[in-house]
């Protein structure tokens, strides 16, 4: 007979690697019966209203209740050599190897999400949370969101499955479980809490070096880690994590540095899991011209022009399409002549379509000022205006020790001394970068003129 661990957990939050654990319930099963043992544990933290109001869980009940240094040799006897069965095994046994792990003790188990064994064995069912299998299997509810309460309900779960499936079905739905490592196994979790609680990057890597990921946060081993522990449910996510071999980070100075940084990667590496940011040959926009007879538009491409000097340009768009989709909307909400602006070809001195529907105002047959007709056009497109690149050359905004080093809306790096900023001058690619100019553009206020002579 396999011996068995039912687990459950009551925690301050989803993250294992920030959050604690208020309540352990543990119920063991081996060939001398059944045994439960339950506790609550004082976080060392406050614990949220939310939280409280959801587990029942307050304050004062954990004031006097031991810590988890105070329990944790015990919680491992127990544990030691059976199999960890929990709702969602991955999450509770991460918080579990986590706090271990600040023990300095190294707690590994097998584990066996009842998530996936209810998946495994009723496939019909769409959902598998443990409210909907109180529901379906009629389980006995003496509490929920208590550690003890749900560590009961998943063991009566297993009770009741042993009494109506066979049990050669059950046994190879557990083996085909136990044999897929429910937390990242060929992760070392020692790598992970190593990892900063500051601004930066992170990039994961698979088998054979491949880059899966670049993501960004304000505290990396939180961002980091969440991957690994909560959204659990997510298909897409749990098929990143179990990709990952490597994990590297950059430390920046604060967040933008991190977004600036990010994009640059994503740009550069094209990892497989990232959305990935084509490669916008077609990055274009709405240009206005001044001609002799009035204002004229067209869609102007950035790989022809660069968008950070020219003037009058207008929003930035992946394809001609969508910027001809903006001008469309632009030109119906301010009853402009389509024909003028380019959207429509009439024979000279003809009205456009839309003046034979009352939708333009006749500037195309001279029954509107061509004055008048532009302003609304230049009403209608100002908010989309670009901005040019407010300095003469570099540029550059500083970010907690870090100076962040821009041109002409691209990202040429960061630097920490004179010598840095050198290396990033020599031979600097500047051209208009769309992330760059996005995630700089509510922040242009804080750019600087680079105080350096003889930069060119
Ligand atoms: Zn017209």
Not at 1 to 19: I, N, Y
Not at 174 to 180: Q, W
Not at 328 to 333: D, N
Not at 353 to 373: N, P, V
Request: aromatic share 8%; net charge neutral; charged share 25%.
């Amino acid at each position: 007979m396999q011996r068995l661990a039912f687990v459950d957990l009551e925690t301050t939050g989803a993250t294992a690697s920030l959050d604690s654990i208020t309540e352990i319930g543990i119920i063991l099963v081996d060939e001398h019966g059944v045994e439960e043992w339950s506790s609550l544990v004082n976080p060392e933290t406050r614990i949220s209203g939310f939280i409280e109001s959801l587990t029942g869980i307050s304050n004062e009940m954990v004031a006097e209740a031991p810590r988890f240094c105070d329990l944790a040799s015990r919680v491992y006897k127990m544990l030691e050599g059976r199999i960890f069965v929990a709702h969602n095994a991955r999450f509770d046994y991460a918080f579990l190897k986590q706090s271990f792990l600040r023990e300095g003790i190294d707690f590994s188990a097998k584990t066996l999400c009842t998530v996936k064994l209810s998946r495994r064995l009723y496939p019909g069912y769409p959902k598998h949370n443990l409210d909907t299998l109180i529901e379906r299997h009629g389980l006995k509810v003496t509490g929920r969101h208590r550690a003890l309460a749900d560590a009961q309900l998943i063991h009566q779960f297993w009770e009741k499955i042993q009494a109506t499936i066979p049990q050669e079905s059950i046994q190879s739905a557990v083996k085909a479980l136990l044999g897929r490592p429910s937390t990242p196994t060929h992760i070392d979790l020692t790598m992970i809490d190593g990892l900063p609680e500051s601004p930066g990057v992170y990039l994961f890597y698979g088998e054979n070096e491949l880059p899966l990921y670049v993501g960004k946060s304000v505290n990396i081993r939180q961002r980091v880690m969440s991957h690994f522990t909560a959204d659990v449910t997510s298909a897409k996510e749990m098929s990143l994590s179990q990709q990952v071999r490597r994990i590297e980070h950059i430390r920046t100075g604060g967040e933008i540095g991190a977004l600036l940084k990010e994009a640059a990667l994503v740009k550069k590496l094209q990892p497989t899991h990232n959305r990935q940011l084509r490669r916008n040959n077609e990055l274009c926009s709405i240009q206005i011209k001044e001609a002799s007879e009035g204002l004229q538009a067209n869609v102007a491409y950035a790989n022809e022009l660069d968008f950070a000097t020219t003037s009058n340009l207008y929003g930035l768009f992946k394809t001609k399409r969508e910027a001809l989709k903006a001008l469309t909307k632009i030109a119906e909400e301010h009853s402009l002549c389509k024909a003028i602006i380019g959207l429509e070809k009439v024979k000279a001195g003809s009205p456009c379509f839309g003046r034979q529907l009352k939708k333009c105002r006749g500037a195309c047959i001279g029954d509107e000022a061509r004055l008048a007709h532009d302003a609304r056009l230049l009403t209608g497109l100002f908010k989309l205006k670009i901005r040019t690149w407010p300095f003469d050359g570099p540029a550059y905004l500083q970010e907690g020790e870090e100076m962040l080093l821009i041109e002409n809306w691209a990202y040429l790096g960061s630097a920490r001394s004179e010598a840095d900023i050198w290396k990033l001058m020599d031979g600097r690619d500047a051209c208009f970068d769309k992330d760059t100019y996005r995630i700089l553009l509510a922040t242009s206020g804080r750019l600087q003129p680079l105080p350096l002579s003889g930069v060119s």
